[in-house]
């Protein structure tokens, strides 16, 4: 009977560390995401007011960050939003996880 409940036990603690390893790797992963997320919408702006202060305007669109300021953005994960109301007032930047 003793040999039971010491299996038993056992098994429960390494139910209850595997869940908390879990959980800990999963709480780091959200941590991580948020992270790349705040990341990416800094480096959009930095970007953007880049291209003002060396061209005189704002650019169009996000690909011409990309393809001319060296920004790279994982389309996979993130869908921007880039408003561009004039070429010398700061677009309205959202990043949206998909």
Do not use: W
Not at 9 to 26: E, G, N, Q, R
Not at 44 to 56: D, P
């Amino acid at each position: 009977m003793r040999k039971l409940v010491l299996k038993i036990l056992s098994v429960a603690v390494v139910i209850i560390f595997a869940a908390f390893l879990y959980m800990s790797v999963d709480n780091a992963q959200k941590g991580s995401d948020n992270e790349m997320y705040e990341i990416l919408t800094d480096a959009i702006a930095r970007s953007a007011v880049q291209c003002y202060a060396i061209e005189g305007f704002y650019p169009p669109d996000i690909e011409y960050l990309e393809e001319n300021y060296g920004l790279v953005v994982n389309h996979d994960k993130y869908v921007i939003s880039y408003n561009v109301f004039a070429s010398n007032i700061m677009p309205e930047i959202e990043v949206f996880n998909k």
